[in-house]
Nanobody, 124 residues
Framework: QLHASGGGLVQAGGSLRLSCAASGRTFSSSAMGWFRQAPGKEREFVAAISWNGSSTYYSDSVKGRFTISRDDAKNTVYLQMHSLKPEDTAVYFC???????????????????WGQGTLVTVSS
């Protein structure tokens, strides 16, 4: 199971850190991703981190502003978000995949576990 938290209301230009806590023994062998879905829009890829933390991946829209990291001792993956914009407003979901091919991480269909989502609202 995955439990996402840390969402909230923030002004444009502000920062938030999302957390995703995982239960079970497969976290350390899973790549982790963050996706988001804005009202009326399709779910989109935000960021991913490989199973061992050696590689990270970002969508162009968040590159340079967001940072994904993981702490395997805590079974937790983080998404640090800076310079937030109103267009970052969405429900953010964390997800886990056993795949090792980084080319698959931006596609939600390759993830087999999903968290419940946490709402991030950025006011202008």
């Amino acid at each position: 199971q995955l439990h996402a938290s840390g969402g909230g209301l923030v002004q444009a230009g502000g920062s938030l850190r999302l957390s995703c806590a995982a239960s079970g023994r497969t976290f350390s062998s899973s790549a982790m991703g963050w996706f988001r879905q804005a009202p009326g829009k399709e779910r989109e890829f935000v960021a991913a981190i490989s199973w061992n933390g050696s590689s990270t991946y970002y969508s162009d829209s968040v590159k340079g502003r967001f940072t994904i990291s993981r702490d395997d001792a805590k079974n937790t993956v983080y998404l640090q978000m800076h310079s937030l914009k109103p267009e970052d407003t969405a429900v953010y979901f964390c997800a886990a995949t056993p795949l090792r091919n980084g080319g698959s991480y931006s596609y939600g269909r390759f993830y087999n576990y999903w968290g419940q989502g946490t709402l991030v609202t950025v006011s202008s």
